[in-house]
């Protein structure tokens, strides 16, 4: 019996989503509290749609686990309750419930959405919101990080804004890439893409804020990604303003045949 | 001279905005920080629009202090960058000026506005929010919540939601006190009073709650409020929800006179 599970957490004092040792993961809490809460022989190996790094929050992350038919049948009317009261409070399950067939949490989804939190004015910070958001030294013109960012749209081969993996495509397609501002001030870009490769988002951020403040011409993160090598003039910028927004999957009929597409495009994908 | 600061803070790890001796209060990180940055003879004595208690946040918090002219005719230009220097991450000055003639951050206030964030879904936490918004068990009704609300507005003694001081008047006007969802589904109050009591937003959000979830009916929180006498059967919620969000004052020419005018009507006044 396949579980789809909709998640969010603090990335603030987690390891990241992936399972290592020795170190706090979200991938490793959950699992344990999993088992606990339903109650199953051994912890459920759990997969995940955007494996974040250290630091990066969720707000919409989705993973499937496979447990046996008879222990979900007996613990379905309680489970939520039961996670809720053995997981941290960094760390929540926002819904559990039976997959629908052909449904796998990373090689089905269509899209991610990421966002990225950057406050670019002293009158605006507030120290609630630290944790997730970047402090940036100077005024922002979203106007030419937009124009900047939508000459990166489309299909391309992100290796200028990736760390390349042996066997792994760089090639991904960016959806949607835009800045505006939120109600309380704060720069807010909204990130889409099929998938990310490792630190894209990142990288693609910190191409774009040397352009708002005025240091980079707006052409320039275009001119990075068309000579798709990996330059050191980018800074990826810090985990704690990105957070996992959400996750995109087809109708239900197209989950098993989206899922086989995508493993044959991508070896490794994020 | 006196100037006029407006002030943001994390609340967590405070003991509230008074000064208290052997526990990290937000007036004593603050007065210290200033006196080094501004390289004061001695800690400025800071008078606050809101003395917070432990827990609550602020985003626009406003004070003033009075300091030697000299003093601020040399550290003007780079007082902001210095105070942002020695203050710590949860504790943030937005702007420091020169305060109009007249200017009381206490006594000249016309309001104060508050905000409360509950969280009365569990597909809607949020574990980055968790230090500003309360989790409530069951579904609201923000209708029978305003409704209720409604009911409350205008000038009354609110003695039934407030903790009562020797010598000190609990008559204060409600100006407003609603419920919306915010984008992220949160159920969020605005509380806008002339002044509050002591616990008193915190007393009124935990006689509206048991209204939102069906237990009280919608007349309650006014029936309490008729009633003048602290009622134990009123919940006051935890601070940690709770924020204010704004301090509103007169035009410059009539600083002095609303001053005036306020002392006279309240001895002891928030």
Redesign the interface.
Same mark, same amino acid.
């Given at each position: 019996m396949r579980l789809r599970l909709?998640i969010?957490?603090?990335g603030t004092d987690f390891h990241g989503w992936a399972s290592q040792p020795g170190v706090r993961t979200v991938q490793d809490v959950l699992e344990q509290a999993l088992r606990l809460a339903l109650r199953l022989p051994q912890p459920p190996s759990l997969t995940v749609a955007g494996r974040t790094d250290a630091g990066v929050?969720a707000?919409g992350q989705v993973a499937h686990m496979d447990v046996p038919l008879e222990s979900w049948v007996t613990m379905a009317p309680l489970a939520?309750r039961r996670i809720?009261r053995i997981l941290p409070? +960094?760390?929540?399950v $926002?819904?559990i419930r039976v997959a629908p067939p052909g449904f796998d949490a990373r090689f089905s989804a269509l899209w991610r959405r990421y966002s990225y939190r950057v406050c670019d004015s002293?009158?605006?910070? +507030?120290?609630?919101r $630290?944790?997730?958001t970047l402090s940036w030294p100077g005024p922002l013109d979203l106007d030419r990080m937009n124009e900047a960012a939508g000459m990166c749209l489309g299909e391309h081969d992100f290796a200028a804004f990736c760390r390349r993996r042996q066997g792994a495509s760089t090639v991904r397609n960016l959806l949607r890439l835009d800045w505006r501002r939120a109600d309380?001030g704060v720069a807010v870009a909204t990130v889409t893409a099929d998938a990310f490769c490792h630190n894209m988002v990142r990288a693609l951020t910190g191409a774009l804020l040397p352009v708002g403040d005025g240091r980079r011409p707006a052409t320039w993160p275009a001119e990075l990604l068309a000579a798709g090598v990996r330059s050191p003039a980018v800074m990826v910028v810090p985990p704690h303003a990105l957070?996992l927004e959400q996750v995109g999957y087809p109708p239900d009929a197209e989950l098993a045949l989206r899922a086989a597409a995508t493993r044959r495009v991508r070896i490794v994908g994020e």
């Amino acid at each position: 019996m396949r579980l789809r599970l909709e998640i969010g957490y603090d990335g603030t004092d987690f390891h990241g989503w992936a399972s290592q040792p020795g170190v706090r993961t979200v991938q490793d809490v959950l699992e344990q509290a999993l088992r606990l809460a339903l109650r199953l022989p051994q912890p459920p190996s759990l997969t995940v749609a955007g494996r974040t790094d250290a630091g990066v929050h969720a707000r919409g992350q989705v993973a499937h686990m496979d447990v046996p038919l008879e222990s979900w049948v007996t613990m379905a009317p309680l489970a939520l309750r039961r996670i809720g009261r053995i997981l941290p409070a +960094d760390l929540t399950v $926002r819904a559990i419930r039976v997959a629908p067939p052909g449904f796998d949490a990373r090689f089905s989804a269509l899209w991610r959405r990421y966002s990225y939190r950057v406050c670019d004015s002293l009158a605006s910070v +507030d120290p609630v919101r $630290r944790r997730d958001t970047l402090s940036w030294p100077g005024p922002l013109d979203l106007d030419r990080m937009n124009e900047a960012a939508g000459m990166c749209l489309g299909e391309h081969d992100f290796a200028a804004f990736c760390r390349r993996r042996q066997g792994a495509s760089t090639v991904r397609n960016l959806l949607r890439l835009d800045w505006r501002r939120a109600d309380d001030g704060v720069a807010v870009a909204t990130v889409t893409a099929d998938a990310f490769c490792h630190n894209m988002v990142r990288a693609l951020t910190g191409a774009l804020l040397p352009v708002g403040d005025g240091r980079r011409p707006a052409t320039w993160p275009a001119e990075l990604l068309a000579a798709g090598v990996r330059s050191p003039a980018v800074m990826v910028v810090p985990p704690h303003a990105l957070c996992l927004e959400q996750v995109g999957y087809p109708p239900d009929a197209e989950l098993a045949l989206r899922a086989a597409a995508t493993r044959r495009v991508r070896i490794v994908g994020e």
